[in-house]
Every structure is written in C-alpha cells, then in structure tokens.
C-alpha cells in the first residue's frame, strides 16, 4: 500500500492517505522476536471531532477539519501567507539562511531514507520517508510561490495541487518527525530535513495557532504565565523541595539543605522542572554531588528560573526566544557566575546552543553542560566513589541535542566509564546515535491514539538499541540492567518504552540518570540509592 | 560571429547566475546557531564529533581551530564524495566519476583558454613548440579525453539510476532526467567531433583564440557548430539548476553546519544580532504582538 503513494497524491480527497499495520513493522531483536504490537488503536469519536487526522488516522497535532470549502480556502490563503513569511529577512531571520539551503539544494537522492528511524522502523512508509514531506515544501514553494513557478511545474517536479488536503497533512508529517537531524548527518549536500519539519511547525504556529496543546498551551504558555510547564508554582515548588530534603536524609542519612536565590552564586543549576514531579531522585543526587563536592551553587525559585524545559524550541521561535530570555534575566539578575544546564538535552541546546544567539549584550551569561561539571568533579576526586557498587550491565542513550547538535560526548563517558565496571555502548552511540523516540516533544504527547505510534515506530528502534546493549547471558540471569538516559524527555520516553514492551518485568531492564548512577557509589552516601523498581 | 556571441552571452549569464547565487546566501541575515556535528575544525575532537562545549569553563580558554582538518575534510568531500561513499555506495559508483570529469573538464576549458591566449600572443600550442607548448598541447588532449568520457560514464550511469532503482523513481523529475541527458548530449557531440576531425583539439583551441581576440573564425561543418552551441547552453544552464549545488554546498557546511563561533560580548555576530531585534514582526498568531519589534516581542507574551 505505501509504495503506491506519491508525493502528489497528499492533496487526494480521502479519509486516510496511509494505514497503519503492525504487520509491517521489523522484528525486535532477542529476547523480543515473538513480540507482537496490538493493532493502533482509532482515535475516539469525541476527540477527532473537527480535527483532521487524514495523513495516517493518528493524532497528535490538531489540525482542524474545516466544514465549508470557504473555510478551507480561508486557511489554504493563511498557509501561504504564512509560506511567504518563512522566506523573509524581517519574519524569518532567525533561520532564514539554513531553511533557503535546505529549500534550494536537495538533489533527491534519498541518502537521507536510510538514517530516519521512522521510515525504517515504520516498515519503510512512504509517507515518513524525510524527503516526502520536504518535497511538499519544496513544491509548494516552487509552483505557487517563486516566479514563474506554475508555468514550469511539470518540467522541474514540482506538479502539486494546493488544497487543504494537501496543507493539513503537511501539518500532520511535520509532527512525524523528532527534529534528530539524523538524516542531515548522512546528505551529501548537507540539507537538513529536520530543519525542514521545524520551520512547518513554525508556520502553523506562528501564523496559524496549530500546533500541539502539550508543546503551547500546556507548554511555553503555561511556563510563561505559571513559571513551569509542569504548573509547579514557585511555593509548590518549595513544598517539593522541603519533601526532597527529607527523602535524601530517609535515603542516605546526609542532612542536606537545597540552597535557592544565592546572589552571587558560582553555579546557578537549572532543572527541567518534569524531574521534581516524575524523578525528585535526580534533582536529590545533583544536590548531594555538589554540596559534597563544596561547589558554590544555588537554584532560582523565581518564575521560569526552575524550569530549564523550552518547548518552543521543538516548534516555534517566538515562545522559545521568550522562555530562553527569562532564563538569561533570571541568572543576570542572581549574578551567578555561571549557568549549569541540569540532566535536559532539549535545554541544553535551548540556553547554550540556540541562547547563544539570545543571551546577548549584558545578559550574556557563561552557560556550560552538567556533564562538564560533572566530569571535573569526578575526575578531580572532589567526591570519593566505589565503582564495586554499581557492578551491573549499564549502557548509555545519548540525547540528540546534547550530542549531535552540541558535541558534548565524552564528558559524561568518561564519568560513566569511571563509575561503572560493566559499562557497554550501544551501536551506533555518540554522535551518531539514535533518538529515543520521545525528540521534539513527542515524549510528552500523551494524548489520543499517538502513545501506541510513539512506541511502536521512532521508539521501536531506541528499544531494539537498548536490547542490543545486552547479552543472551544477561537476559537469561535475569541481571538487573540499567539504560542510563541524562536527559528528562528521553527519560519519560524510555520509562514509556519500557512499560509498553514491559521490559522490566520481563528482562529486568531499568533506567534513570547519570547523577543516580553517581551518588550510587559515593562512599559518603548510604549504600542502595538506586531502587530497582520502576516508576 | 553569430556563434561567438552565442558563446559570450552564455558565459556572461553563467557568471552573473553564479554570483547572484553566492549572494543570495552571503547576503541572508545572521541566523540562531544550527550546527551539526562531527565538526572537523574542532581540533583533537572532530573524530569522535566532540566540541569545545566539552570543556570546563570554555569561554575562559582559547579556542583551537584545526583548519588543517577542516581542509582535508572539504579535500575528500570534494574529490573523493566521501559523504556519499560513506552513506550511498550505489550512487557514489557513479556520482565520482562524474563530478571528477566535471572537474577534469573545467581545467581543460581553462587549458583552452590559455592555449587560445598563447597562440594569439603568437606562441604556438603543439608537440613540438617547446616544453611549455607541448605541455599545453598534451594536458589539453588528456584532460580532455579523461573528462568528457568520465562525465558522460558519470551522468548515464545516474541517469539509470535514477530511471531504475525503485527508492528513487517517484522523487524524479522531468528536468533532472533532462540535466544528465544533455550532459551526455554535449559529450557525445563532442567525442564525435573530435574523434573524427580534431583529435587535438586544434580547432576547439582556434575558437577560443577567436573568443579571446574577438575575432571571426572559421566553422569547420554543422558537428563542430553543434559542440559549441550545446557546450554553450550547458555552460549558461547549470548554474541556473541545482547543478550549480557546489555553490550552496559552500554555505551549507560553513555558515550552517560547521558554523560553531560562539557570540561573545561586543562581537559582530552581537551587533548583528541587535540590529536584527530592531525587525518588525509579521506573524499574526494569537501570542503575537504583530507589528512590533523583535526586541518587544520577545520579552512579553500577548495574553
Ligand atoms: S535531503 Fe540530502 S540526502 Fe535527502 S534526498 Fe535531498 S540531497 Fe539526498
Ligand atoms: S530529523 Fe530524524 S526523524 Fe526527522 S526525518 Fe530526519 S532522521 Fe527522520
């Protein structure tokens, strides 16, 4: 069925482009070869209404269905509107360059297929091959936007019907992509097909308000407005820490205080705020590495100053400028010394890589990545540590934004490879790892029938590197096995995988932290930080 | 002198093409750091696709730019495709031999062109003309042979790739089957040519003296009119195509890819930066204030 569909065919007038099945799926490796997927589930009658799920019956992006044919050309003439404002200087300048060489140069050479984990792993669908949903930009673009464009359409490829059809499932594929920029690796030309899916996310965002309540509204808006994503106030928060206090000394007998709005400070430490809720462990270790180790630090309990999380980032520029610029204000303010990004790869590419644009004039604010603190310590003998205690199998996912579109790869091996005896890589790893599946936001889309493609296709293949870590021998003990993922949204999305694959019950595979990993065998600490459940 | 202009404009056009090319991409504004990684100037680190965002404290340490590897990277990517081996071996069968003979081919052009000089300033370009003579004589005869049958292997071969392989078929379109006919077009017009009546390419090297000294010359048969009006349209096409990918492909890797230079406090990229916070802002989503500054825009959000 999916060879059949070409890039024209998106503009077709049909309730479903694509259907999934499980039957195509590629098998997992040992001890999953018999794994079997449920069939993807229908999105149910009250939420689909007035949404358009026509790419491929799932629903993460509401894209509305509009009734009328005036309706629909209305939003076709926003879209374009919106297409135009993509390409210049005033509207655009933030990433006009990368989009137009992107747009221009791609030769169709389909080198970029074979490194995108959701074409493979989808059973090679022709709808999520990389270059399809870039072709329909490119077209788009070609034939009704740049000069003379419907009079040589068929000579250049670039025939394509602008309908809503065509403009709504193009919304629905750029939410078909985790932006790991896997494919740019491997094109010889150096188009970037994740850039691509990112400036459409943008257009619908910022000229047409579509775009996922999860990322928006429950997102940059609601830390905007609350100070968190999470809707932690900044009192709930101190409620939080309060408790967290409590736990270190319940679990390690050290009696710790968590120092907040130190002016002045060394190290302003900055938290995705998702770990106070789902993983208060990793915030509890990073206290515990830093007071033992003496660092001058602090947290802000100020509005945004707890949340590193920069959902804009995975769609818009606006909102991601505006979280980036609250955090630069906050350190500013505090006087710190520097900025240490938590375990968060989205916010490590948002205040170092992408605030490196943002954080200028005065608040300019050295920012530097956890894992570089972390390693000097480490290394320095600032902690005493036993590795004896963390003798079980370990392998490590590399967070995309953290490795390939930052560089930082060795720091925290070298820490991991100090601290645990049975450390493994995965294949590929470092720079040339693959997403956990949860990347550009869909680690918290938690709505509607998208979990089951979450799981099944982009996280298929994080799962299948995980089993890959470990040997026959180690599933058969029944060893305990840990995946250390250092980054809050690969977390949630391997905690997810996990679950739905039921690996811990099954094969004893955990996951968590690095700062878990580490406090694990401090020799000042209490034995058994790590608890071998799943949560 | 019809088919001299017909040489001159398609030159004129090829030029201007490309340079409004380059500066489409030199002009385009300062744009949020996008870079990929392995970046190979990242000196003791480019193997493993490390960064200076590796080290403690990296504002406060000099930065070390391998250019040596960064040049070796680009050596290999150019001449040898390495990004294509290394990733597409079907296409890299192909796609070497043909940008080789591309290369080949633009210094034997430039070989004519010398050659069309030194005969015009009255030195001759032949076997026995001396050792400079000779050496013109014999490079232009190599390059030439080399590169238009290593281009023509080059561009059939892709075209059948591309006409056959079942990845690639939908994503033709009728202009790329179109670009590597008309390469092999030019080449075999060429081959005929000079197989049969200027093994040397003597009378090529007369038309360019006669391009050079804007002169008339003599048109040998319809063969030879046809080689130069076709090599003359393929020169003005290609940088009005995605041929011309070698320009962008510049851009790509060095203002995009490997670009990593982090903004520091009074920097260009800060000046920049500024001026461009001064942009009004078009959008006009909810959460936008449209119509506003940059600067304004992005320090509150619209309720
Ligand atoms: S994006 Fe790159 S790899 Fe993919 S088809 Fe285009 S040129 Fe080829
Ligand atoms: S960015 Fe990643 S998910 Fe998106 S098309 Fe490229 S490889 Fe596939």
């Known amino acids: 069925m999916s060879r059949l569909i070409k890039v024209k065919d998106i503009s077709k007038k049909t309730d479903r482009l694509y259907t999934l099945d499980p039957k195509d799926l ?52 926003k879209f374009l509107e919106g297409l135009k404002k993509l390409l210049t200087v005033e509207n655009n300048w933030t990433f006009l360059k990368p989009f137009m060489l992107s747009i221009d140069n791609c030769v169709r050479c389909n080198t970029c297929a074979e490194a995108c984990p959701i074409f493979e792993m989808s059973g090679r669908a022709e709808i999520y091959r990389p270059l399809f949903r870039s072709e329909i930009l490119r077209r788009i673009i070609r034939k ?14 670039s025939d394509i019907d602008l309908n809503w059809e065509t403009v709504a499932r193009l919304a629905q594929l750029a939410y078909r992509c985790t932006l790991c920029r896997r494919c740019a690796q491997t094109c010889p030309m150096g188009v970037d097909n994740g850039l691509i899916a990112r400036e459409i996310r943008k257009l619908f965002s910022q000229e047409m308000g579509i775009v996922p309540a999860e990322l928006h509204e429950e997102g940059t808006v609601k830390q905007l407005e609350t100070g968190s994503s ?36 060394d190290i302003l430490l900055i938290h995705n705020a998702g770990e106070f809720l789902s993983w208060p462990e990793n915030i509890e270790a990073f206290a515990i590495i830093f007071e033992l180790a003496g660092l001058n630090w602090t947290m802000s309990s100020d509005l945004v100053g707890y949340d590193s999380v920069n959902y804009g980032l995975f769609y818009e520029d606006v909102q991601l400028a505006r979280v980036t610029l609250k955090h630069a204000e906050i350190a500013k303010k505090m006087g710190v010394k520097k900025v240490v990004v938590a375990e968060c790869g989205h916010a490590h590419k948002a205040i170092m890589a992408i605030g490196d644009r943002v954080w200028v004039d005065d608040v300019n604010i050295p920012r530097e990545s956890c894992f570089v603190t972390l390693e000097d310590i480490i290394m320095s003998g600032k902690i005493k540590v036993d590795p004896e205690r963390n003798n079980f199998p370990v392998t490590l996912h590399d967070p995309c934004n953290i490795t390939r579109s930052m560089g930082i790869i060795q720091p925290q091996r070298r820490v991991i490879k100090k601290i645990c005896p049975q450390f493994r890589e995965m294949t590929p790893h470092g720079v040339h790892n693959y997403c956990c599946g949860g990347g550009s936001g869909f680690a918290i889309m938690q709505g509607a029938n998208f979990p089951s493609w979450r799981m099944t296709i982009p996280g298929r293949k994080k799962f299948a590197q995980i089993l890959g870590a470990f040997t026959k021998e180690e599933f058969d ?25 039921d690996a811990w019950e099954r094969s004893r595979i955990l996951y968590g932290g690095l700062v878990e990993l580490i406090v694990n065998c401090m020799t000042d600490v209490r034995e058994g930080f790590i608890e071998w459940e799943l949560h | 002198m019809l088919i001299q202009w017909v040489t001159y404009v398609s030159i004129l056009i090829a030029i201007v093409a490309m340079i409004a090319k380059a500066l489409r991409y030199m002009t385009a504004p300062q744009n949020f750091r996008w870079e990929l990684y392995p970046v190979p100037h990242e000196r003791g680190k480019a193997e493993y696709g490390g960064s200076y965002l590796e080290e403690l404290d990296w504002w406060s340490k000099p930065r070390h730019s391998d250019l040596f590897n960064e040049v070796k990277e680009m050596m290999m990517e150019i001449f040898l495709l390495k990004g294509v081996f290394h990733h597409n071996k079907k296409v890299w069968l192909f796609s070497l031999p043909f940008h080789l003979g591309l290369y080949i081919c633009i210094g034997w052009l430039f070989l004519l062109l010398l050659g069309g000089i030194m005969e015009a ?23 030439g042979y080399v590169g238009l049958i290593l281009a023509g292997y080059g561009a059939l071969g892709l075209f059948f790739w591309r006409a056959l392989d079942s990845n690639q078929k939908a994503y033709n379109s009728f202009a790329e089957y179109f670009n590597l006919l008309f390469f092999d077009v030019v080449v075999v017009i060429t081959l005929a040519f000079h197989f049969g009546s200027d093994p040397s390419f003597a009378v090529l090297r007369g038309y360019v003296r006669s391009l050079v000294t804007f002169s008339p010359t003599a048109i040998p048969n319809v063969l030879f009119t046809l080689e130069i009006v076709t090599m003359s349209l393929l020169i003005m096409y290609i940088p009005l195509t995605r041929m011309s990918h070698f320009v962008a492909k510049y851009f790509l890797y060095h203002a995009v890819r490997w670009s990593d230079t982090p903004n520091e406090r009074g920097s260009k990229i800060e000046k920049r930066i500024m001026e461009l916070l001064q942009k009004k802002v078009g959008w006009s989503a909810s959460h936008i204030q449209t119509g506003k500054p940059w600067s304004e825009v992005v320090k509150e959000m619209k309720k």
């Open chain 1, 144 to 157: 009704h936007i740049s000069p003379g464009g419907k009079l040589t359409a068929k000579f250049t490829g």
């Open chain 1, 477 to 501: 003990s029944g060893v305990n096995k840990y995946v250390c993922a250092p980054c809050s949204n690969c977390k949630g999305q391997i905690r997810d995988l996990l679950t739905y694959y």
């Open chain 1, 230 to 265: 999470t809707g932690i106030s900044p009192m709930a928060l101190m409620d939080l820490i309060e408790f967290m206090e409590e736990d270190i000394t319940e679990r390690t007998g050290l009696n710790i205080k968590m120092p907040f709005d130190k002016a002045g400070a």
């Open chain 1, 26 to 77: 590629p098998k997992l490796p040992y001890p999953y070869e018999d794994w079997e997927d449920p069939p993807y589930p229908e999105v149910a009658e009250i939420k689909r209404k007035g949404k358009d799920i026509s790419l491929d019956g799932i629903l993460n992006v509401p894209v509305p269905a509009p009734e009328t044919d005036e309706e629909k050309e209305r939003l076709v003439a």
């Open chain 2, 121 to 143: 300033a009255g030195s001759a370009v032949v076997v026995d003309a001396g050792t400079f003579g000779a050496l013109v004589h014999y490079l232009t005869v190599i390059s």
